[in-house]
């Protein structure tokens, strides 16, 4: 798999035709084992690669891809893009980014740590049984476990279009994470925690893994509901990221051109509290989120995306860049063979001032939400409505766990009330925020 | 559905395999006893061929098509409890013996004496969606026509449309499953769905409607001129039902689940608590538990994976057992649960065809089909009539379940309030949240509407996506929590 083979396909499809095309090929190799209550139940190896064709005609537009890498199977694709592209639509936004745009240089962001290949199964067996022995030696209570899990990979990505870019880079990613399960009078409860890295000792210790996952599920032993209110909710920073995956879902360039987010037309405006600065950032060296170069070759870098509560920018790729009147970010996050998309790379809220306990401690009668379910947020109206479950605070203090409740609020207004920040980031996930309150959300229970 | 094809051509997925690869009956034996060695207790080889066609339209331009293909074969060792699994997108013989060798890396340590014996399942004597066996292509312009229909149908059907959102997405699946228990089957297995989605504005209130459809069948048996234009015109219409809603209500209230896609309450409440594994491993809310009351003796609710046509049916699941319809909850009493192979090894429990992986990438699990409650004998207007003050809910998002405390959620997206027994205003998007061993024990009335949902369900679990379908006659729940905003006052709901 190489360079060549992409130039090849890229030049094949112009004697076609074809004004502009590009090319990504990516490989991955991976192992992911489970040990559950300390025997091992899975072990799984993997290896795939995968050819993604997109081709213009003048300016329409077709992909396709393929896990066949023959040379009869490429031939085929060539063909069969062509065809494709030909009957689609010509739309006058189309093409590959300006030659300008594309990424100059690619820099090394230390992205690989060449543990990934060839790291022997048995080092991820014991990381795994170490965690869940920590978390079931935790407590008593800690009784059962949904298992452990460690996985690491390898990938690889070329990238080449026919604006004469041509880029690779390769990354890896370890991950460790359990399930474990507490019970107590009846009562069953499961949670889980996780560490991510790019490089194996960058990750948490097996043993803080397992004793965090066990602290967490013990507090939720004996949870009952609450009266539905009107109270401050302090969001975990295990689960505030979520809320800046919203607004990166309403600041995505195909979201505002198609009139489906509730941030059309706000650029400038302020659409949270002036706590809250939101940056994306690819250029984080050995950050997950964090890459040479986005999905059309064009070099990332850092913005802006909420600045002090202000809308400063979007996140966009050529296309929905032309369709607004801008220029891309760098976002283009085009899957293999896929429509169009674009996604941030590393995005977070920036921490704040006041630690998790200062904020806990300022909430006189309110929620510590610790976790949320199912998938009640409308990007259209900003509307949010979500399955919760976490600890009530009374005097400032955590006092009881709670369940079975759901917060709703519109994002427009949760934004606008964030009224402490914590200082508690911990970017193990590409999108993360630290601790957050908001002054008040309906929390719906008895 | 009334089929005029006659009888598909004879296809044959061992051949398909053999020309594509040159891998040959006899190389899977061979490959299957290697895969055997050091006392394991089964393996499989599970080869898969899919194409996926997507075609897009916005802004009444089919502006993208795309076709991905994807080919490859997962290896699978099992021995006890333990699992060796590896996989390959370049099949060649050499690497199904590198395969097989790093699944069989689990069978080497063996603790007890005690085999994970399983019957051997039946061949596929049935087709359940006996559409052509062919890779052929549907022409694209045909597609573009079906996409540029839906555009129109919803551009016309009122003028606060102001965009339009159209895929028809296409797969065709075929696959080999060979098993050391010494037999061969296929299955081709193909998966067609079209979703509109229109965005309608009205004085500066924008809000979405969204209609989906599909299942196993034919490219036209789905998208027929009549079903495009009722199903753009309901796409249209449940976005501008939305531009008039208002608070939902936040607190217990009782709720009445329309027919169809509601049913994803049994789904998240019910169904992920019956699988297997959770089971075997006692983490459900619902282990140790067969036998027990779960549900008024209103609830009868199956698993069914063998209705024609549906996108959650197959003819076999994907280790190879023929698929059936299985009772979980009979007259409201806790009947059984679903099983892999693995898990109905270990649990000594009897196979029931819902072995399901996402692709050759994927280790099988117990996974659900179609999963439905029976009807009951209700008109659904009685009911309705018999709540003085409560939410009306008909169409649904997602859901979510924890499996071990049983706390599931799903999230209304066309809801109203019913005041002294009538439909009134529509309300915004809330989630309904319950427990899933208690929510079924306050269904106090079944209707007799019974209906499956339009074919659009993706369940994931483990990162595993695959499809599914699910259905509910109209039912009263009492007392479900409602995630609005409006908080009860002492009279009544405030803003």
């Given at each position: 798999?190489?360079?060549?083979?992409?130039?090849?396909?890229?030049?094949?499809?112009?004697?076609?035709?074809?004004?502009q095309?590009?090319?990504?090929?990516?490989?991955?190799?991976?192992?992911?084992?489970?040990?559950?209550?300390?025997?091992?139940?899975?072990?799984?190896?993997?290896?795939?690669?995968?050819?993604?064709?997109?081709?213009?005609?003048?300016?329409?537009?077709?992909?396709?891809?393929?896990?066949?890498?023959?040379?009869?199977?490429?031939?085929?694709?060539?063909?069969?893009t062509?065809?494709?592209?030909?009957?689609?639509?010509?739309?006058?936004?189309g093409?590959?980014?300006?030659?300008?745009?594309?990424?100059?240089?690619?820099?090394?962001?230390?992205?690989?740590?060449?543990?990934?290949?060839?790291?022997?199964?048995?080092?991820?067996?014991?990381?795994?049984?170490?965690?869940?022995?920590?978390?079931?030696?935790?407590?008593?209570?800690?009784?059962?476990?949904?298992g452990?899990?460690?996985?690491?990979?390898?990938?690889?990505?070329?990238?080449?279009?026919?604006?004469?870019?041509?880029?690779?880079?390769?990354?890896?990613?370890?991950?460790?994470?359990?399930?474990?399960?507490?019970?107590?009078?009846?009562?069953?409860?499961?949670?889980?925690?996780?560490?991510?890295?790019?490089?194996?000792?960058?990750?948490?210790?097996?043993?803080?893994?397992?004793?965090?996952?066990?602290?967490?599920?013990?507090?939720?032993?004996?949870?009952?509901?609450?009266?539905?209110?009107?109270?401050?909710?302090?969001?975990?920073?295990?689960?505030?990221?979520?809320?800046?995956?919203?607004?990166?879902q309403?600041?995505?360039?195909?979201?505002?051109?198609?009139?489906?987010?509730?941030?059309?037309?706000?650029?400038?405006?302020?659409?949270?509290?002036?706590?809250?600065?939101?940056?994306?950032?690819?250029?984080?060296?050995?950050?997950?989120g964090?890459?040479?170069?986005?999905?059309?070759?064009?070099?990332?870098?850092?913005?802006?995306?909420?600045?002090?509560?202000?809308?400063?920018?979007?996140?966009?790729?050529?296309?929905?860049?032309?369709?607004?009147?801008?220029?891309?970010?760098?976002?283009?996050?085009?899957?293999?063979?896929?429509?169009s998309?674009?996604?941030?790379?590393?995005?977070?809220?920036?921490?704040?001032?006041?630690?998790?306990?200062?904020?806990?401690a300022?909430?006189?009668?309110?929620?510590?939400?610790?976790?949320?379910?199912?998938?009640?947020?409308?990007?259209?109206?900003?509307?949010?409505?979500?399955?919760?479950?976490?600890?009530?605070?009374?005097?400032?203090?955590?006092?009881?766990?709670?369940s079975?409740?759901?917060?709703?609020g519109?994002?427009?207004?949760?934004?606008?009330?964030?009224?402490?920040?914590?200082?508690?980031?911990?970017?193990?996930?590409?999108?993360?925020?630290?601790?957050?309150?908001?002054?008040?959300?309906?929390?719906?229970?008895? | 559905?009334?089929?005029?094809?006659?009888?598909?051509?004879?296809?044959?997925?061992?051949?398909?395999?053999?020309?594509?690869?040159?891998?040959t009956?006899?190389d899977?034996?061979?490959?299957?006893?290697?895969?055997?060695?050091?006392?394991?207790?089964?393996?499989?080889?599970?080869?898969?061929?899919?194409?996926?066609?997507?075609?897009?339209?916005?802004?009444?331009?089919?502006?993208?098509?795309?076709?991905?293909?994807?080919?490859?074969?997962?290896?699978?060792?099992?021995?006890?409890?333990?699992?060796?699994?590896?996989?390959?997108?370049?099949v060649?013989?050499?690497?199904?013996?590198?395969a097989?060798?790093?699944?069989?890396?689990?069978?080497?340590?063996?603790?007890?004496?005690?085999?994970?014996?399983?019957?051997?399942?039946?061949?596929?004597?049935?087709?359940?969606?006996?559409?052509?066996?062919?890779?052929?292509?549907?022409?694209?312009?045909?597609?573009?026509?079906?996409?540029?229909d839906?555009?129109?149908?919803a551009?016309?059907?009122?003028?606060?449309?102001?965009?339009?959102?159209?895929?028809?997405?296409?797969e065709?699946?075929?696959v080999?499953?060979?098993?050391?228990?010494?037999?061969?089957?296929?299955?081709?297995?193909?998966?067609?769905?079209?979703?509109?989605r229109?965005?309608?504005?009205?004085?500066?209130?924008?809000?979405?409607?969204?209609?989906?459809w599909?299942?196993?069948?034919?490219?036209?048996?789905?998208?027929?001129?009549?079903?495009?234009?009722?199903?753009?015109?309901?796409?249209?219409?449940?976005?501008?039902?939305?531009?008039?809603?208002?608070?939902?209500?936040?607190?217990?209230?009782?709720?009445?689940?329309?027919?169809?896609?509601?049913?994803?309450?049994?789904?998240?409440?019910?169904?992920?608590?019956?699988?297997?594994?959770?089971?075997r491993?006692?983490?459900?809310?619902?282990?140790?538990?067969?036998?027990?009351?779960?549900a008024?003796?209103?609830?009868?609710?199956?698993?069914?994976?063998?209705?024609?046509w549906?996108?959650?049916?197959?003819?076999?699941?994907?280790?190879?057992?023929?698929?059936?319809?299985?009772?979980?909850?009979?007259?409201g009493?806790?009947?059984?649960?679903?099983?892999?192979?693995?898990?109905?090894?270990?649990?000594?429990?009897?196979?029931?065809?819902?072995?399901?992986?996402?692709?050759?990438?994927?280790?099988?699990?117990?996974?659900?089909?179609?999963?439905?409650?029976?009807?009951?004998?209700?008109?659904?207007?009685?009911?309705?009539?018999?709540?003085?003050?409560?939410?009306?809910?008909?169409?649904?998002?997602?859901g979510?379940?924890?499996?071990?405390?049983?706390?599931?959620?799903?999230?209304?997206?066309?809801?109203?309030?019913?005041?002294?027994?009538?439909?009134?205003?529509?309300?915004?998007?809330?989630?309904?949240?319950?427990?899933?061993?208690?929510?079924?024990?306050?269904?106090?009335?079944?209707?007799?509407?019974?209906?499956?949902?339009?074919?659009?369900?993706?369940?994931?679990?483990?990162?595993?996506?695959?499809?599914?379908?699910?259905?509910?006659?109209?039912?009263?729940?009492?007392?479900?929590?409602?995630?609005?905003?409006?908080?009860?006052?002492?009279?009544?709901?405030?803003?």
């Open positions: 798999m190489d360079r060549e083979l992409a130039l090849g396909l890229l030049a094949r499809a112009k004697e076609k035709g074809a004004s095309g590009d090319v990504t090929l990516i490989e991955r190799e991976g192992v992911q084992v489970k040990v559950r209550l300390g025997e091992l139940e899975t072990v799984s190896q993997a290896h795939e690669m995968r050819l993604g064709l997109r081709l213009f005609f003048g300016r329409s537009a077709a992909a396709t891809s393929t896990s066949d890498l023959s040379r009869a199977s490429l031939d085929r694709l060539v063909e069969e062509c065809a494709m592209a030909r009957a689609t639509a010509s739309d006058e936004f093409g590959l980014p300006d030659a300008g745009e594309m990424a100059a240089e690619v820099p090394d962001l230390d992205l690989l740590d060449h543990e990934s290949r060839g790291l022997p199964i048995e080092d991820g067996i014991d990381a795994a049984r170490a965690a869940e022995e920590h978390a079931l030696q935790y407590d008593p209570r800690v009784t059962n476990s949904e452990a899990e460690f996985a690491s990979s390898f990938n690889r990505l070329i990238h080449a279009n026919s604006e004469g870019f041509a880029g690779e880079y390769a990354t890896s990613r370890f991950h460790l994470s359990l399930a474990p399960v507490a019970t107590s009078n009846g009562s069953m409860e499961r949670d889980h925690w996780y560490t991510a890295a790019r490089r194996r000792d960058a990750l948490d210790s097996p043993e803080d893994v397992g004793r965090e996952a066990g602290r967490r599920v013990t507090r939720r032993l004996g949870a009952r509901q609450v009266r539905t209110c009107e109270v401050p909710v302090v969001f975990d920073a295990s689960i505030a990221g979520t809320l800046v995956r919203h607004v990166a309403a600041v995505s360039g195909y979201a505002l051109y198609q009139r489906a987010s509730f941030l059309c037309d706000r650029l400038g405006e302020r659409v949270a509290s002036d706590l809250v600065h939101v940056v994306d950032d690819g250029t984080i060296p050995r950050a997950l964090s890459r040479p170069f986005d999905s059309e070759g064009v070099g990332v870098r850092r913005k802006e995306v909420v600045e002090a509560g202000l809308l400063r920018s979007y996140l966009l790729d050529a296309y929905s860049a032309r369709k607004l009147g801008g220029r891309s970010t760098g976002n283009a996050a085009r899957g293999v063979g896929q429509p998309a674009v996604s941030p790379m590393n995005l977070r809220l920036l921490p704040g001032e006041h630690s998790p306990e200062d904020i806990i300022s909430v006189e009668d309110g929620f510590y939400l610790t976790e949320l379910m199912g998938f009640g947020f409308n990007a259209v109206t900003g509307n949010y409505s979500r399955g919760a479950a976490g600890i009530w605070i009374e005097n400032g203090e955590l006092a009881y766990p709670v079975e409740l759901t917060i709703a519109n994002l427009n207004d949760m934004l606008r009330r964030i009224e402490m920040v914590g200082n508690d980031l911990r970017p193990q996930s590409p999108v993360a925020a630290p601790t957050l309150k908001i002054a008040r959300m309906t929390v719906a229970g008895e | 559905m009334d089929k005029s094809q006659g009888s598909p051509p004879a296809f044959s997925p061992a051949a398909f395999f053999d020309e594509r690869f040159g891998v009956t006899r899977l034996d061979r490959v299957l006893g290697r895969a055997m060695a050091r006392h394991a207790d089964y393996a499989d080889l599970y080869f898969e061929y899919r194409t996926h066609d997507q075609v897009h339209l916005e802004e009444g331009l089919v502006k993208h098509a795309s076709v991905s293909t994807a080919n490859g074969v997962g290896a699978r060792v099992l021995a006890e409890a333990r699992t060796g699994y590896a996989f390959t997108d370049d060649t013989i050499k690497n199904l013996d590198t097989v060798r790093t699944a069989n890396v689990i069978a080497n340590d063996r603790g007890s004496d005690r085999p994970a014996r399983v019957p051997a399942p039946q061949a596929p004597r049935r087709d359940l969606y006996p559409v052509p066996h062919s890779f052929a292509d549907v022409p694209l312009e045909r597609k573009i026509g079906v996409l540029q839906l555009d129109r149908f551009r016309k059907a009122d003028a606060r449309v102001k965009g339009v959102f159209a895929t028809l997405s296409l065709n699946k075929v080999l499953i060979a098993s050391s228990q010494g037999w061969v089957l296929g299955d081709f297995q193909p998966l067609v769905r079209c979703n509109v229109c965005i309608v504005e009205d004085k500066g209130n924008r809000q979405a409607g969204y209609f989906g599909g299942g196993r069948m034919a490219l036209d048996d789905c998208v027929d001129a009549a079903r495009c234009e009722a199903n753009a015109r309901e796409a249209v219409r449940r976005g501008l039902v939305n531009l008039d809603a208002v608070a939902a209500p936040a607190g217990p209230m009782d709720v009445v689940l329309g027919p169809g896609w509601p049913g994803i309450l049994l789904h998240e409440a019910i169904g992920h608590g019956l699988e297997a594994d959770f089971n491993r006692k983490t459900s809310a619902f282990s140790g538990r067969i036998g027990e009351r779960v008024t003796e209103l609830c009868t609710v199956v698993d069914d994976g063998t209705i024609p549906r996108r959650g049916s197959l003819n076999v699941d994907d280790e190879g057992t023929p698929t059936q319809r299985t009772v979980l909850i009979e007259d009493i806790l009947r059984g649960y679903m099983h892999d192979r693995l898990n109905a090894a270990l649990l000594g429990m009897e196979l029931t065809g819902n072995g399901r992986r996402e692709s050759y990438a994927h280790v099988p699990m117990p996974r659900m089909t179609n999963t439905f409650m029976l009807a009951g004998e209700e008109d659904p207007e009685d009911i309705i009539r018999s709540v003085k003050d409560g939410i009306y809910a008909v169409s649904f998002g997602g979510q379940v924890d499996i071990t405390s049983g706390k599931f959620v799903f999230s209304a997206n066309e809801a109203y309030r019913i005041e002294d027994g009538s439909v009134t205003q529509p309300v915004r998007d809330a989630t309904l949240i319950g427990n899933g061993p208690d929510v079924l024990t306050r269904v106090s009335r079944v209707g007799a509407d019974l209906a499956l949902d339009d074919g659009i369900g993706t369940c994931g679990k483990d990162g595993q996506g695959v499809p599914v379908g699910v259905g509910l006659p109209t039912i009263r729940v009492d007392q479900l929590v409602v995630g609005g905003t409006s908080v009860r006052g002492p009279s009544g709901f405030q803003g």
